[in-house]
Nanobody, 119 residues
Framework: QVQLVESGGGLVQPGGSLRLSCVAS????????MSWYRQAPGKERELVAF??????TNYADSVKGRFTISRDNAKTTYLQMNSLKPEDTAVYYC??????????????WGQGTQVTVSS
């Protein structure tokens, strides 16, 4: 059974930090690109950052220099968020997308974790 379980969201003041975690199970982690998406109220879901199994990363312009995505051999993907702004408020979703010929058709989502940046 495939699962992506996110944690680490919460309420933080502007300028603060949070670290989100996403624990994967039920699939071969190394065959998937891991990403974080977010969706704010009334807006479309947007890609925040992704990381390949080889460690290559890419970020949305709005978070470059503030957020860092990483992954480890324990099937966990992290999103370190620093210098948070009110506009970072959203539900953050973990995503796994197949990156091999055998897995390219597969994509999985976590249930989401709420991040609220407010004073």
């Amino acid at each position: 059974q495939v699962q992506l379980v996110e944690s680490g969201g919460g309420l933080v003041q502007p300028g603060g930090s949070l670290r989100l975690s996403c624990v994967a199970s039920g699939f071969t982690f190394s065959n998937y690109v891991m990403s974080w998406y977010r969706q704010a109220p009334g807006k479309e879901r947007e890609l925040v950052a992704f990381i390949t199994s080889g460690g290559s990363t890419n970020y949305a312009d709005s978070v470059k220099g503030r957020f860092t995505i990483s992954r480890d051999n324990a099937k966990t993907t992290y999103l370190q968020m620093n210098s948070l702004k009110p506009e970072d408020t959203a539900v953050y979703y973990c995503n796994a997308k197949g990156s091999t010929i055998a897995t390219i058709r597969y994509q999985y989502w976590g249930q989401g974790t709420q991040v609220t940046v407010s004073s």
